[in-house]
């Protein structure tokens, strides 16, 4: 993959400088914004490939800044990094158009790893119709993991890195359940309450995106998981 361009906006100086050292020490471009007002001119002068966004900022916050990019930019991918741990602040974010959320304090390495999934939605028409084969049939939808796309009579939806994860571990067990521990700790890294809130934000959110086909339930098996029935 081509060097990411990131678009940093922190105002802990710190923490800004502790990511932007790590980030660019493994081949990313970091650009830092110190408030949301700055964040938001950098975010149209740089063009970043993928935006990080602490939401408690001054002047502006975080979902502020978000709002307003997503006036005229729904495509660049925005993970938000916040200290908050209440589940209205997930749903807001995801609602503002977020594609991922990262509770401090965090490690580097996860940080690396979201970026770069995000990061990997980005990808060129040669590489998309190479990747044909690997839609999947859902009742009226086509599902690709890899492109992170649903599709339903020829409209495509983009998936976040989540809902792609989660929606392919469904489709690959089918009619059967799939355990809400298994995919915590392989998507979150632990399956703490806050997280388990989490997935079902992301549950509620495909639920949503599939709604079209009445064949299609993901349903919840009460303290086991999750089933996709087709």
Not at 60 to 76: A, L, P, Y
Not at 88 to 106: R, S, T
Not at 204 to 223: A, W, Y
Request: aromatic share 8%.
């Amino acid at each position: 993959m081509n060097e990411i361009k990131v678009l940093l906006a922190e105002d802990e100086q710190t923490l800004a400088l502790i990511i932007k050292d790590t980030l660019e020490a493994q081949g990313f471009n970091i650009e830092t914004a110190k408030n949301g007002e700055e964040g938001l001119q950098k975010f149209f002068m740089e063009k970043p490939d993928v935006l990080v966004a602490d939401v408690m900022m001054p002047k502006m916050d975080g979902f502020e800044m978000v709002k307003r990019i997503r006036q005229s930019d729904k495509h660049t991918p925005v993970l938000f990094l916040t200290a908050r741990s209440a589940i209205n602040d997930v749903v807001e974010g995801f609602e503002l158009g977020a594609n991922d959320y990262l509770k401090k304090p965090f490690g580097m390495q996860e940080l690396i790893v979201r970026i770069k999934a995000l990061a990997g939605r980005l990808i060129t028409q040669t590489e998309e119709k190479e990747k044909k084969t690997d839609w999947i049939e859902i009742g009226q939808y086509r599902f690709n993991s890899i492109l992170q796309r649903l599709e339903y009579a020829g409209i495509e939806t983009e998936l976040s890195h989540r809902e792609s994860e989660i929606l392919r571990r469904l489709c690959e067990n089918r009619n059967q359940v799939v355990n809400t521990q298994n995919i915590l700790l392989e998507l979150w890294g632990d399956d703490s309450f806050f997280n388990n809130k989490s997935l079902h934000v992301f549950i509620t959110k495909l639920r949503h995106k599939l709604s079209k086909d009445s064949q299609i339930r993901i349903v919840n098996v009460r303290g086991i998981g999750y089933k996709l029935i087709d």
